[in-house]
C-alpha cells in the first residue's frame, strides 16, 4: 500500500490546508486524520461534489442534519437516511436540492439509497466511509454493517476515513493509497489508568473524591461504559439517579425508563447532568458541542471484563474516540481541559490467541467445512439433512463466509481484533503497558493497580440470583477473614469493610447496627443477628411488664400457677400491654425459674407446687 503523509498545522482543520482545501478528500485512499475533530466530514459536507457519507449510527446524522439544516424541513442541506426514511423521500431530496446533494446513511440504509438513486450513483456521488474501523470492530454483532462495501468498490470515487482506522484485509484495498494527516504539535492527552479487582468500588472512591475536592460542582462527569444492565446497577449502587442521565439506544432507553432510571436519552442533547452514562453507540462520530457540555469534561472510561466481557475498549482505537467526542468551543480564548481516567478490572481466564493461531483455526474449519459440503450425499430425509446442517453450525465457518459463499475478510480481521484486544485485559498491568504504547496518551504516575478484599469474581460467583441465606453466609465469611486477617492494620480493615458495605449495603447495615464487638460474639453470623435484633425489638416493647415483675417478685420465693397469674395479671392491667397472657412463660421472660417442684406445705401439711425465682434476667 503506498504512502502519503500531510502536516496539520495547530488550530487548523482540514479544509483549510492545501490539497484538500482546493481538491477535497482523495479518491481511493484509506484516510488516517489521526485527531478527531480535525473537520474532515465537514469538509466533505461542505466540498463541492455530490456526496454519499456512511455513519456509523443515527445519532451522528441526527446531529449533522440539525447542524446543517436547522428547524427548515424543506429545501434541506443535507439528507439524513435511516430507519423511517424511503427511497421516495430520497429522490424528493434528489430532485429538489438546488446545490450539491449530500446524502448522510447508516450502513443499513445504503440499500435505499441505491434504490433511489440506480447505476448513476456510481459516477456521480463521492462515497465516503466515515469511521472505517466499525466495519471491523462491529460486524461479529451487527452483519449488515458492511452492507454498502460492494458498492463502495464499484464508485468511481471513494475513501475510508478514521482517526483510528483499522487496515481491511480484504484485498480490493490492495491498490488504495495510505493517507496520513499527522499534526504537527504535540496531541497526546494524559490518561490515569485504575486496574482493579473491584471496578464499582473505584469507581465510587473516585467519585466521592472528585465531590470532595468539589470538582463536580462546576464540571460534568462523563461515563463510557458498553453495557445499559451494568449501568443500571451502578447508578442504583451508587444512589445517584437524581444526578444522571443516559445516552443509549431506543430500546435500552425504554428498559431503563421501565426500570426506574428517569433521565434517558437516545440522542445527543443539551440535557447533560453532573453524571453522564454513554453507550457505545457514543464512542465514536458523535459531536458532543461545547454548547452541550460547557465545562472541563471529566471522561471515565469503564470496563468490567469479569461481569461483561464485551466491555472491553480498546486503548489504540475506542479510547481515542471517546476522548475527541468534546469539540472545541468556536471561541479562541475559551481552553477546555479534559480529566481523563479508565477503570478496569482483568481476568486471566480471558482466551487471547495470536494470528497465527487464528489462521490455524480458520484453515482448519475451512478445511472440514469445504469437505462435509462437497461430499454431502443427496437425501431427501429431514434427519440427515438436519445432522449435516448441525455439522457445518457447529464448525463454526459459515459466520466467515458471504452470502455468495466467498470469505467474509472483515469477520476474520474481526476475530483477530477482539482477539487482541482481549489480550489487554488479561493482568493487572497490561492495560496500562498498552496505553503507553499509543501515541494519543500519557499515563499518569498515579495510574496502578488497586486490589481489594471483596473481589468482582467473588461477586459474580454471588450473583442476585443467589439464594438470600447464601449471600448472607458470604458476606459473614469475609467479615470475620477481614477482621482477622488486618487485626493489626486499622487502615486495611476500614477500607475493606468500606467496600463490604458498599457492595451489600442491607447486610452490612444488620452487623453495624447490632455492632461488631456483640456481631464477633455470634460469629457474625446475619441470621442469628437478626434473630437476636428481633428479641431485643420484643425486650424493648415488654420494659414496663419487666419492671413491674421485678418489683412485684422475689428472689428465693415460690410461686403458684395461680399466684403467678394474679400478678401479672395486675401488672397487665397497669402497663397497659393487654395483648399478654398472664401466664408462666411471660414471667420467664423477667427471672430463671425453677422448674415445677414443691415449694411450701398448706395449712393441712400437703406440699403445694410452683415455681421458685432465681434470678432476674435483666438489670433496669
Not at 137 to 143: A, E, H, N, P
Request: proline letters at 3%.
Amino acid at each position: 500500500m503506498i504512502k502519503e503523509s500531510h502536516k496539520l498545522p495547530v488550530g487548523k482543520f482540514l479544509g483549510q490546508i492545501e490539497p484538500f482545501k482546493t481538491k477535497g478528500l482523495p479518491n481511493k485512499c484509506i484516510i488516517h486524520k489521526k485527531i478527531p475533530g480535525c473537520g474532515a466530514t465537514t469538509l466533505e459536507i461542505e466540498f463541492p461534489r455530490n456526496s454519499i457519507i456512511v455513519e456509523p449510527n443515527k445519532p451522528v446524522i441526527i446531529g449533522k442534519c440539525i447542524k446543517y439544516n436547522g428547524k427548515r424541513r424543506k429545501h434541506k442541506v443535507i439528507l439524513g437516511v435511516y430507519e423511517g426514511v424511503e427511497a421516495a423521500d430520497i429522490k424528493r431530496y434528489v430532485e429538489n436540492r438546488k446545490g450539491h446533494k449530500k446524502i448522510l446513511t447508516t450502513p443499513e440504509g445504503f440499500t435505499k439509497i441505491k434504490e433511489a438513486l440506480g447505476e448513476l450513483m456510481y459516477r456521480d456521488y463521492f462515497i465516503l466511509f466515515d469511521e472505517c474501523e466499525k466495519a471491523i470492530q462491529d460486524i461479529d454483532f451487527r452483519k449488515d454493517v458492511i452492507n454498502p462495501i460492494d458498492d463502495f468498490f464499484d464508485f468511481h470515487h471513494k475513501a475510508f476515513i478514521s482517526a483510528t482506522p483499522i487496515i481491511p484485509t480484504d484485498p480490493r484495498f490492495s491498490d488504495f493509497k495510505l493517507v496520513t494527516i499527522e499534526p504537527d504539535y504535540d496531541f497526546s492527552e494524559e490518561i490515569c489508568v485504575l486496574t482493579t479487582n473491584n471496578v464499582a468500588y473505584q469507581l465510587k472512591l473516585l467519585l466521592d473524591a472528585l465531590e470532595e475536592s468539589k470538582q463536580l460542582e462546576n464540571r460534568k462527569c462523563f461515563i463510557f461504559l458498553k453495557a445499559t444492565g451494568r449501568m443500571e446497577r451502578l447508578i442504583n449502587r451508587l444512589g445517584i439517579e437524581k444526578d444522571t442521565s443516559v445516552f443509549c439506544s431506543e430500546k435500552s432507553a425504554k428498559e431503563l425508563r421501565l426500570n426506574g432510571i428517569e433521565k434517558v436519552y437516545s440522542a445527543i442533547n443539551d440535557k447533560f447532568t453532573k453524571i453522564n452514562f454513554l453507550t457505545n453507540r457514543f464512542f465514536s462520530a458523535v459531536d458532543i458541542d461545547y454548547t452541550m457540555y460547557r465545562c472541563n469534561p471529566i471522561i471515565i472510561m469503564l470496563s468490567d471484563v469479569i461481569s461483561v466481557e464485551h466491555t472491553v475498549i480498546d486503548p489504540s482505537t475506542e479510547s481515542i474516540q471517546i476522548c475527541g467526542r468534546f469539540r472545541k468551543p468556536e471561541e479562541e480564548d475559551i481552553v477546555v481541559l479534559k480529566d481523563i481516567y479508565h477503570i478496569s478490572n482483568y481476568s486471566s481466564r480471558l482466551t487471547n490467541f495470536t494470528k497465527e493461531e487464528i489462521d490455524a483455526i480458520l484453515n482448519d474449519k475451512k478445511g472440514l467445512h469445504d469437505f462435509v459440503t462437497k461430499f454431502t450425499p443427496k437425501s431427501d430425509r429431514v434427519y440427515m439433512n438436519a445432522f449435516i446442517k448441525e455439522i457445518l453450525e457447529l464448525n463454526g465457518f459459515n459466520a466467515f463466509l458471504r452470502d455468495s459463499g466467498k470469505l467474509n475478510h472483515f469477520m476474520v480481521d474481526n476475530f483477530i481484533y477482539k482477539e487482541r484486544v482481549k489480550g489487554y485485559y488479561q493482568t493487572s498491568t497490561s492495560l496500562i503497558e498498552q496505553y503507553r504504547l499509543t501515541e494519543h496518551f500519557k499515563v499518569t504516575e498515579s495510574s496502578q493497580f488497586y486490589r481489594y478484599e471483596l473481589t468482582d469474581e467473588q461477586m459474580a460467583e454471588i450473583s442476585e440470583k443467589t439464594k438470600s441465606v447464601t449471600v448472607d453466609e458470604f458476606v459473614s465469611e469475609r467479615v470475620r477473614y477481614l477482621l482477622n486477617e488486618y487485626k493489626d492494620n486499622d487502615f486495611a480493615q476500614v477500607v475493606n469493610l468500606a467496600s463490604l458495605r458498599f457492595s451489600y449495603p442491607d447486610r452490612m447495615a444488620v452487623i453495624d447496627s447490632f455492632g461488631l464487638k456483640n456481631a464477633e460474639q455470634h460469629d457474625y453470623n446475619i441470621a442469628r443477628i437478626k434473630q437476636k435484633q428481633e428479641e431485643a425489638k420484643g425486650l424493648k416493647r415488654l420494659l414496663p411488664i419487666l419492671a413491674f415483675i421485678k418489683r412485684e417478685f422475689a428472689v428465693g420465693v415460690g410461686y403458684t400457677s395461680h399466684e403467678i397469674e394474679a400478678i401479672l395479671t395486675k401488672g397487665i392491667a397497669e402497663t397497659g400491654l393487654s395483648d399478654l397472657k398472664p401466664n408462666v412463660q411471660l414471667l420467664r421472660e423477667a427471672a430463671q425459674l425453677s422448674e415445677r417442684k414443691n415449694i411450701r406445705k398448706d395449712e393441712n401439711g400437703n406440699w403445694i407446687k410452683g415455681y421458685e425465682v432465681l434470678e432476674f434476667l435483666h438489670d433496669f
